[in-house]
């Protein structure tokens, strides 16, 4: 007995000295950020003492930089509106919006189908679950009434989940109106797709990579009469990782009577980026600020010391047994080794990440949708876009690198004005991340109050779980090795994040 009392009174000291060290690390990450301030003050003043002629270089750059703004025009100009009815829709679309309960417009929809209808380029900026999809799919749709032709729109998605879900909303809204759609993504066979694509479909949802593939491939197809270009996830699509394809695609596809559409929950400011997708005057539509979350979401952290994450989150899922939960990890192989100790601990779960075949993504993602999982563990392959109505709660294990992704993870939640949690387990290697997101939303994150007693009685039974499921991992892995199935680049890439999709 006394043995197992000095165990809990060595677990708890060693706890109480971890918290302390994370707090000195946190001062540390405060002192560091200050430092960082500091020195960029410092370069931008001897910066402005440079010579003349430098200064009239970063004058006529800033002037050129003040021009390119001027191209997005402010939104203000344009009215807004309060029902659906106001607008000069088809009725087919019309009724679509009634069936689909959409009674009155989100924020972002007022204020950017108006100038849209007008035939305007809009970069549209709201939060995660504000309605953005119905926002650019609606006035696509009207136009496609009065101009039937074939590959109308095309519409790029950062990931296929996003892409397939898109199509969704277009089938839906264009369920009275005989719209064809097709998704081209990664993952599926290209001559079923080849096929889908010569039945000449109005609206094509994709993702860079795949639809370069049939551009490039595809006999018949082709995308020189292209009406409308919309970058959903907008500042993902334009980042160095889909850079390359993206500006392949931009040099194939017509600017000529083409309008595009750029929208996300958090843009790019960098104005080069923009004129990449070659935009003709923008109107800016912005409902929210860069990185703004919805007032409905309450997101909370946790300091955790390292050797107790696992632990902490089976606290966490015993105490919110039964709500619908996404748990996101910077790895796959986290997501997989998480995804079978919640199993094991029978709390429900399954995977969805890049290593998984496109069937097994879809699988997971029908399954947590279907509610017949109530844990998804997932990389931010699911990060961006998806709508799933029934999440309570997103708990990020791993914090994510950079602040974009966490807004977009904790968007997954707290959608279309409902209410939603967010819980960050912050180890002491986190802290500094944690600090960056806080500076970006602009506020502090409340600590989650837990019962550090209970976690205390959970630890033992979590570390012996999760030594299982490291084993049946690495038992896997063995076989796969075996079979020659697990080519060393992807063995090598299983620590990896998921990469851009194609
Ligand atoms: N006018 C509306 N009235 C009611 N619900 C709406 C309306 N417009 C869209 N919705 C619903 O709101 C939910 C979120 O929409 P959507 O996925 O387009 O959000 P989003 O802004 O694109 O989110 P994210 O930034 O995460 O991609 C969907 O379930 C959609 O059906």
Redesign the pocket.
């Known amino acids: 007995m006394s043995g197992k009392v000095d165990k809990k009174k060595a677990a708890v000291a060693k706890h109480t000295e971890l918290t302390s060290l994370a707090a000195k690390i946190k001062a540390k990450a405060l002192e560091n950020q200050q430092k960082l301030k500091e020195q960029e003050a410092a370069a931008e003043s001897s910066n402005s003492d440079s010579n003349s002629d430098s200064e009239s270089n970063s004058r006529e750059r800033k002037k050129k930089l003040n021009s390119k703004e001027a191209d997005v025009e402010d939104e203000t100009e344009h009215e807004t509106f309060e029902s659906?009815s106001e607008l000069d829709l088809v009725p087919e679309l019309l009724q679509a919006?009634k069936n689909?309960?959409?009674?009155?417009?989100?924020p972002?929809?007022s204020r950017s189908i108006p100038p849209a209808l007008k035939g305007n380029d809009i970069i549209g900026l709201?939060?995660?679950?504000?309605?953005?999809?119905?926002?650019f799919a609606i006035p696509i749709l009207n136009s496609l009434w009065h101009d039937q032709q074939p590959y109308y729109a095309c519409i790029l998605a950062p990931t296929r989940e996003?892409a397939q879900?898109?199509k969704e909303?277009f089938d839906?809204l264009g369920s009275l109106m005989g719209v064809r759609s097709t998704c081209i993504v990664g993952g599926m066979n290209m001559m079923d797709q080849a096929r889908d694509l010569m039945r000449k479909p109005h609206i094509i949802i994709a993702t860079p990579g795949r639809l370069m593939d049939h551009l490039e491939n595809t006999k018949g197809f082709s995308l020189r009469k292209l009406k409308y270009l919309v970058m959903?996830?907008a500042d993902r699509l334009l980042d160095m990782e889909f850079g390359p394809v993206l500006d392949r695609i931009l040099k194939i596809l017509p600017t000529q009577g083409r309008t595009t559409y750029l929208?996300?929950?958090t843009m790019t400011s960098k104005i080069d980026k923009l004129q990449r997708a070659s935009l003709t005057n923008p109107v800016k539509c912005a409902v929210s600020n860069k990185y703004q979350t919805v007032d409905t979401l309450v997101q909370t952290l946790i300091v955790v010391p390292g050797g107790l994450k696992d632990t902490y989150l089976v606290y966490l899922l015993n105490e919110f047994i039964g709500k619908t939960t996404i748990i996101f990890t910077r790895t796959k192989a986290n997501a997989e080794r998480i995804s079978g100790l919640c199993n094991l601990l029978e709390f429900n779960a399954t995977a969805l990440h890049g290593d998984l075949n496109q069937n097994q993504r879809t699988g997971a993602l029908d399954l947590f949708k279907a509610g017949r999982k109530s844990i998804l563990v997932a990389t931010d392959v699911a990060a961006?876009?998806?709508?799933i109505?029934s999440v309570d709660i997103v708990i990020n294990y791993d914090i994510p690198v950079d602040s974009k992704s966490y807004i977009?993870r904790v968007?997954?939640t707290a959608?279309?004005?409902r209410s939603g949690k967010s819980i960050s387990l912050v180890s002491q290697y986190d802290l500094e991340l944690i600090l960056r997101i806080e500076e970006v939303l602009g506020k502090k994150l409340p600590k989650e109050s837990v019962d550090k007693e209970m976690i205390l009685h959970f630890r033992d039974s979590v570390d012996k779980a999760n030594g299982e499921v490291i084993m049946e991992m690495n038992r896997r892995n063995k076989e796969k090795q075996l079979r020659g199935k697990g080519r060393r680049g992807r063995m090598m890439s299983r620590e990896n994040m998921d990469r851009g999709e194609r």
């Open positions: 659906f919006c689909l309960n959409y009674t009155k417009p989100t972002i929809q709201a939060q995660t679950g504000s309605g953005k999809t119905a926002a996003l879900q898109i909303t839906s959903d996830e929208f996300s929950a961006r876009g998806l709508d109505p977009h968007g997954r959608r279309a004005g």
